[in-house]
């Protein structure tokens, strides 16, 4: 069974930057995307950005301030925060898609850190 654990969260300064981190842990066939989601008080699960094939893709809100990026040896993917606002406050959840040795499609989420941005 694949799990997913994020740590990085916390209290931060507009302004200021965080890195999030998502260790994956367990057996699975093939990874076909990873990427961050968040989730505001109130609000929604909104996608933040995702990393698959090489490429990145990221939500406007947040395009040439985050970062997604991926360490295969370490089964770890990070979302750099730079430039951080208010209103990036929420729960991040990191996501998986791939597929099991059964040839079954996976989907797994995270705990969720918080990050919260205020002065």
């Known amino acids: 069974q694949v799990q997913l654990v994020e740590s990085g969260g916390g209290l931060v300064q507009p302004g200021g930057s965080l890195r999030l981190s998502c260790v994956a842990s367990?057996?699975?066939?093939?990874?076909?995307?990873m990427g961050w989601y968040r989730q505001a008080p109130g609000k929604e699960r909104e996608w933040v950005a995702t990393?698959?094939?090489?490429?990145?893709k990221y939500a406007d809100s947040v395009k040439g301030r985050f970062t997604i990026s991926r360490d295969n040896a370490k089964s770890t993917i990070y979302l750099q925060m730079n430039t951080l606002k208010p209103e990036d406050t929420a729960v991040y959840y990191c996501?998986?898609?791939?597929?099991?040795?059964?040839?079954?499609?996976?989907?797994?989420w995270g705990q969720g850190t918080l990050v919260t941005v205020s002065s």
């Open positions: 996501n998986l898609k791939g597929n099991s040795w059964k040839g079954e499609y996976l989907e797994v």
């Open positions: 990393s698959s094939g090489g490429s990145t």
């Open positions: 367990g057996s699975i066939f093939s990874i076909n995307a």
